[in-house]
């Protein structure tokens, strides 16, 4: 590091361009112990960090790549599940056996589990409570966002004769160089529960027949699945209590019309701060124009937050959240017993809610309209809210299937006549 800037002081005094690049090259490849600068080593390590990243991102600094960090999270999601199938199968009465509650959502032989389980132990909860738990949509929006700051300055100062009258003249020059870069990584991803509960999700979490080219799930690297260790350095690499928070979510759903959504929103921040800096004085020489000192800082920081939003929902909404005094009779009638809607559309808008909440606190602003209203046509347009089979696939209202069959219908119907007419038949 010294030498670095001893050469680019003597490049000044030759007449060239005072270059701070050295000393960043210097601080990239590390400090030796003949540099003199080998005290510093630990803070060089994060100031390099923040200050050759131009895109910065969540993998110059995590122990584990952005993929990993979201396969962990949803494997440990995935063991909460697993031991709560294996307290129902426990408490059953006689115990469920032969069944292995890590494959519960698989079919064997071309016939659901669930219904197998029915078959051989009829007097278990009703074969629908297990199939609506088994659809429970899981909706899952990450957000990385990082903002990297870097301070550079320098200094010079020269000495120069005067021959009348006889002295000196003290002159200094200096200059500083500030950046930020910032990058901001979201994205959003679904499970349900019976997908999760299958041998294909069995295998992906215990880390057999991955790929070469993979981080290990668990940090045995074998079965049985283990989450990460917690990590006080880095949250969100290491085990964040979704397992947790499934466990809380199933143990709510259980009591008497509790059945709806549940949100979590977990926020890490992690900040690094790094400096260094050195200084240089040479002996003037009399009667000659010469560089005296020199100095030079950099200090470099960066701040990731991470957040972690997940939404899980039932297929079946309670009635009390969709009817209203004005609504029509038909309306009510409809919603009797509640609503057959599609769990990934209810994840989804439970998740938009909580997301539009939050925002709302991060600015302190209201919207005019409630998220609970704006969030409705979102969601519909990624996802039908209702199954096409028992209630219409856009609305889900039941009284709407009918009339949703009678359009399709006659949408065929006029598709076929406008193919005959075009092919002239």
């Known amino acids: ?43 060089l390590a994060v100031t390099a960090l923040t200050g050759c990243s131009i895109h910065p991102l969540v993998d110059d600094v995590s122990p584990i790549p952005t993929e990993a960090i979201v396969a962990a999270a949803r494997c440990e999601l995935r063991l909460g599940l697993v031991h709560q199938v294996e307290v129902w199968f426990a408490d059953e009465d006689p115990p ?40 429970i949509a899981i909706a899952y929006e990450w957000t990385f966002d990082i903002t990297e700051t870097n301070h550079a300055d320098a200094s010079v100062g020269f000495r120069l004769p005067v021959l009348n009258p006889a002295g000196t003249v003290d002159v200094g020059a200096g200059g500083n160089a ?59 690499t290491g085990s964040i209590g979704l397992a947790r928070a499934v466990t809380s979510f199933l143990k709510i759903a259980v009591q008497e019309g509790a059945l709806d959504t549940f949100t979590d929103e977990l926020t890490f921040t992690t900040a690094f701060d790094g400096r260094v800096g050195g200084a240089v004085t040479l002996a003037p020489v009399p009667k000659e ?50 609503y057959e809607l599609n769990a990934q559309w209810r994840a989804a808008y439970a998740l938009c809610v909580v997301d539009a909440r939050s925002r709302e606190d991060d600015f302190k602003l209201l919207r005019l309209d409630p998220p609970e209203v704006t969030c409705l046509k979102s969601t519909d347009t990624f996802y039908p809210r209702g199954n096409g089979r028992t209630n219409s696939l856009i609305e889900g209202h039941r009284f709407d299937l009918l009339d949703q069959r009678v359009r399709s219908e006659l949408e065929k119907r006029e598709k076929k006549r406008l193919e005959q007419r075009g092919s002239g038949t």
């Open 289 to 338: 124009f010469r560089l005296v000192n020199a100095s030079t800082n950099f200090a470099g920081s960066r701040l990731d937050m991470h957040k972690v939003k997940i939404s899980m929902a039932f297929p079946k909404a309670r009635a009390t959240q969709k009817t209203e005094k004005q609504k029509v009779d038909e309306l009510l009638n409809d919603v009797k017993g509640g």
């Open 178 to 236: 500030n950046t930020t870069r910032q990058a901001k990584r979201t994205f959003k991803n679904q499970d349900t529960f019976k997908g999760l509960l299958t041998q294909n999700w069995y295998n992906f979490c215990n880390d057999i027949n991955r790929s070469v080219e993979y981080f290990p799930n668990t940090p045995t690297g074998r079965p049985p699945f283990e989450p990460q260790p917690e990590r006080g350095l880095y949250p969100i």
């Open 96 to 135: 469920v056996t032969r069944f292995d509650p890590n494959t519960i959502g698989d079919k064997t032989g071309g016939e659901d589990n669930v219904k197998l389980l029915h078959k051989r132990f009829p007097n278990t909860a009703k074969q629908d409570d297990w199939e609506q738990y088994m659809d």
């Open 1 to 43: 590091m010294r030498t670095s800037i001893v050469e680019s002081i003597r490049q000044l005094g030759r007449g060239r361009n005072f270059d701070l690049w050295p000393l960043k090259r210097a601080a990239a490849r590390g400090c030796r112990p003949s540099s003199g600068a080998g005290g510093i080593c630990a803070v």
